[in-house]
Each structure stands twice: as C-alpha cells, then as structure tokens.
DNA sequence: TTTACCCATAACCAGATAATTATGGATTGG
DNA sequence: CCAATCCATAATTATCTGGTTATGGGTAAA
C-alpha cells in the first residue's frame, strides 16, 4: 500500500523515464524498438525503464510474435494526484486555521 | 526549467524526505529540533533532506535565534499537477481519437 | 566569560541505481 | 533448416544517494 505509492514515486524521479512515459501518453502503444530508437541509450536499457514502469504499473506490456508492445496506463497516477491534493489540503486548512486565529483575535 | 521539474520529482522520491514535507505540511513551521525527534535518522541527515526540499522550492527555512524553522510551499507542488494533468489529457484525447476511428467506421 | 545547545557542513562509507556489453530464447523470413 | 531480428536477462562497472560520525560557527544561558 504505501510500497505502491513509493514505487510510483521513485519510478517517475528518473528523467529518462518519465520520457519513455510521456511518449507512450502522447504517442500510444509502441514497440520496445521504436521506444528505443530516439532515446539515445541501449535496448537493454530501455527494457529496465520499461520493467520498472510496469512494476510501478504506469504502463502494461503485450507481446506480439516477436516484439513487445507496451502502453500507458494513467489511472496509475491516481495515488500522486491524491496525495498533492492532500498536502494542499492540509495547507489550505492551516489558513482557515489561520483566519479563525485572526477572526477571534478581532472579537 | 525542465530541471527544476527535475528537481522536483527527485526530491520527492525519497520517503523520508515526503514524511518530511507531509510533516510540514500537516503540522505547519516547525525547527530541525523538532523534526529530527520523531524521524528516526541522524541531524544531520534531516539537515540535508531539508535542503534538498528547499532547492526543490517544496520547503522555506527561517532563522531565529540558534534555530532554523521549516514550513512547507505546497504551491511547489503546481509542475507535478500540471504535469500529471497534461499526461492524462494525452491520454483521453487518444480515447478520442478511437472514437473518432470508431464512429467513422460505423458510417 | 564560559558552558551548553542548535544546526549546517565536511568527510566518509555502504548500498542502490543506471548505464554498458554479452548472451540466449523466441519468432519471423528466406 | 538457417539466418536474422527482437527483446529480456545476466554480468559488470561507475556514479549517485542516503546514512553515519566529526566538527565548527553562532546563539542563548549560567
């Protein structure tokens, strides 16, 4: 549960991977050959990105004869987004804290 | 630019360093002293942390006296929103797309 | 002033990480 | 069947990272 969420998080912090990401969100399903032709790294490595984007489970693999397709999968982002929220939440609560302070203070 | 997104993402791939910042975040300005306590690390390792969280914009220190106090700048948050934003907006905007190809087939 | 305290930085170390090359399995095409 | 292609894994390596202890500067307290 908390492992999932620092999974994601530590799977979004390498540059390199984000890329890959952002151009399955951008550019749809692609094959671990297409993904690697401009990334400017080895095939290999871009199987590794791919492994730890699939754990975190950003994106989802299908195989085809003998290629691997894989595809983003955004849901995944869900747990980030919710816990932005929350910080900003308990930011924003701070402030109404905060007027409630000043509010008392003018009585 | 790209690399304060960098910045960003990096630091908050730790999960010391969110305990820190959801620490702030919850319980608003408080002193190294003080985060230390409960952190289960060293000092000097919350030091660092601390700065890695300001060199990403994510945290503000203030001194006073012979002690440093941390609030939280959720508003740091605003790229990661944004970024998570713009991949789910590829995302649908492929969904689209299918349903374009879909409802073209059905003519 | 002298002592104690708070914090940041330095120096160092162990483990994680991201890259490479080498290799092999599975599949397609000739 | 044979050769070529695609991809994943293994082995290796250099670098990054997160932790520690040691230290010192600055402030408060005695």
Excluded: N
């Amino acid at each position: 549960m908390i492992e999932s969420r620092d999974l994601l998080f530590r799977a979004l912090a390498d540059p390199t991977r984000r890329a890959l990401f952002e151009r399955l969100c951008e550019g749809g399903e692609q094959s671990v050959g297409a993904l690697t032709a401009p990334s400017g790294i080895s095939q290999p490595a871009v199987s590794k990105h791919l492994a730890v984007l699939r754990q975190a489970g950003l994106v989802a693999g299908r195989h085809a004869g003998r290629q691997s397709y894989y595809r983003a999968q955004p849901a995944a982002l869900a747990p980030l987004v919710d816990w932005t929220g929350r910080m900003t939440r308990f930011w924003e609560a701070r402030f109404d804290d905060l007027d409630d302070v000043l509010k008392r203070m003018d009585q």
